[in-house]
């Protein structure tokens, strides 16, 4: 897959850019902090799952003082030819968007993962350092794309989730109630487990191999999936919900279920947000997109896109040929740096300020 025209209109600070990439397979964008590098790509972003990589929030990306922000983007697609996507975001927080010639996406479960972007962002150090959530999304994200059985338990299971603490806070709720919605979550919750657990495997297997070519077989580091809760039947799932509504009472949320899951780095059989240093956790963050990047093309059949968002001046010398060895040729990258590259002659370069773009 490869995009070949990209125009943005009051998307964050850019009030209007249009740039046509043509065939480029490696676009590099350079300027000072602040002048809309990450914009860009922000808005490329929105290609995976309509919704941007830095923020859950779709009203900040509307440009101040705007009521409404559209992106455009023209690709190539192996399977699907020469397609245009328009999304439309409004400051009230409304969202749509139209495939080709207005043939808008009404269900999200048909658009997620159809056009596969891959993210590596200076921030993704938060995945490994940060709360379990943002580690859940990412494996959310990534499942979801791969596997529309996944997507659509998640949103049943989320559902519930809702419903069910809502009753919590209660006092007058009855066990009717409770148990309609813990059926679904117990139904879904168990295909969750069941797919993460299988899922996280092939993850794993895809991650060590990122790191061993990023750090030339110097380390050990490991992913391991940790499921706050487990059972062997939707009976099962369902004694466990019951089990714990008065505890979830008291606390007026449901404690155990896939909700609470978890995922940790290890490096040498150790926590690596305890005992890595900085190069080394970099290192893994980077092998995580990589295995998202290789699962990707392995389960959907399409080259994503890659997002490098002023990661590379991060790497020495050998985890950065570590990495473009590992992300491979044949995909189109964008990058972005307060410096031009040092092999400009393989890139083409937009020098940005104040959210324009030349080049």
Known sequence: MRISRLRAADFRNIAFADLDFGGAQRIFLTGKNGQGKTNLLEAASLLTALRSFRTRDSRVLVRAGK?????????????EGATELTVSLGANGAKTAELGAGTPVRKLSDFVGRFPVVVFSSDDIALLRGAPSGRRRWLDLTLSATDAEYFL????????????????????????????FEKILAENGRRLVEIRSREMKKIAALFAASATEIARGAESPELVYEASANAPDDAAWRELFRRSRAQDKLLRATQKGPHR?????????????????????????????????????????VAPVVL????????????????WAAVGSGLQVFATGTQPPDDADAWRIFTVEAGTYRG
């Open 67 to 79: 009521k409404a922000a559209q992106v455009f983007i023209a690709l190539e697609h192996e399977r």
């Open 261 to 301: 899951d978890d995922f940790r780095f290890r490096i040498f059989s150790r926590a690596a947000e305890d005992f890595a240093s900085e190069g080394q956790q970099r290192g893994m963050t980077l092998s995580l997109g990589l295995a998202q990047l290789a699962l990707f093309r392995e389960r959907l059949g």
């Open 153 to 180: 338990c998640l949103q049943r299971y989320c559902r519930a989730l809702e419903a069910r603490n809502r009753l919590l806070k209660q006092p007058a709720a009855e066990d009717a109630q409770f148990d309609a």
């Open 308 to 323: 490098a968002d002023d990661v590379l001046g991060e790497l020495d010398e050998a985890r950065r040929a570590g990495f």
